[in-house]
């Protein structure tokens, strides 16, 4: 979308009957589907002013994550309820980005070796599920049971966390590195360099085109940073000391 000129000069919070709402001076922040710009918790709230606080002289709207999440979450585009969230998470699984291999080269599969086994490891045994691995174009064949568990685990999160764990999942292409991530097994630094490992690969042995991979590079850990942090923030059930904005 176009950027907009900034129309607003200060950012507060204020709690409303459905939770916490953004106030852009003395206007409510609104969804793009003109409903009232409501969070869940204060956390959230705050780190969604910020978003907009940070904005200088235009909004750039693309680099507010977490106001396109919450608006997701509200506006829900899609009208997909908490099960269907939680089976499209699933289905990752199916063609997860750790669980393809190859055989050749040989350095690139040794590397995948070394790198993504304790991912897929440490899932394992976190769960208590079978995952391994395929060098076969089809991929691994997922028991059922693993799916089972996963679909119980992630019914745990309420509906704005699972909008948000999806957000993570198709950022890295990746349903175990991202709950790596979410669980906090894992930096997003680390999260992003095992989803792109064979672009890493490549990049190493051939080179690259140096603004293109950075500004790549960049733009993924935000979002995946964004999306683990929304996660957490939509979780958030403890309470936050009285802290707005400050210059």
């Known amino acids: 979308p176009p950027e907009r000129k900034r ?8 709690q409303g009957e459905g939770g916490f709402e953004i106030n852009l001076d003395h206007r409510k922040l609104k969804t793009p589907q003109a409903k009232l710009f409501t969070v ?10 910020t978003e907009w606080d940070s904005q200088k002289d235009t909004i750039k709207s693309y680099t507010m994550h977490l ?11 899609t009208q997909r309820n908490k099960a269907q969230l939680i089976r499209a998470a699933v289905k990752f ?24 086994d304790p991912v897929v490891t440490w899932a394992e045994k976190r769960y208590n599920v079978a995952i391994g691995s395929s060098t076969s174009i089809l991929g691994p064949n997922i028991p059922a049971s693993t799916k089972e568990t996963f679909i119980s685990h992630l019914a745990s999160y309420n509906i704005w966390a699972l909008q ?53 590079l960049c733009e993924l850990r935000a979002r995946a940073a964004a999306g683990t942090l929304f996660v957490h923030l939509c979780s958030e059930s403890s309470t936050v000391k009285h802290k707005l904005l400050q210059d």
């Open 7 to 14: 129309f607003y000069q200060n950012v507060s919070i204020s």
């Open 40 to 49: 869940p918790s204060k956390a959230l709230a705050i780190a969604v002013a």
């Open 67 to 77: 106001t396109t999440l919450c608006n997701t979450a509200l506006d829900n585009p």
């Open 93 to 116: 699984l199916e063609t997860d980005t750790v669980c393809y291999r190859v055989e050749e080269p040989a350095a690139l599969a040794e590397l995948q070796r070394n790198e993504w």
């Open 164 to 216: 948000g764990i999806e957000y993570v999942i198709t950022q890295l292409k990746s349903l175990i590195l991202s709950m790596g991530l979410i669980d906090r097994h894992i930096t997003v630094e680390k999260a992003v360099l095992l989803s792109r490992l064979e672009e890493e690969y490549q990049i190493q042995r051939w080179g690259n085109v140096e603004w293109a991979h950075d500004y790549d």
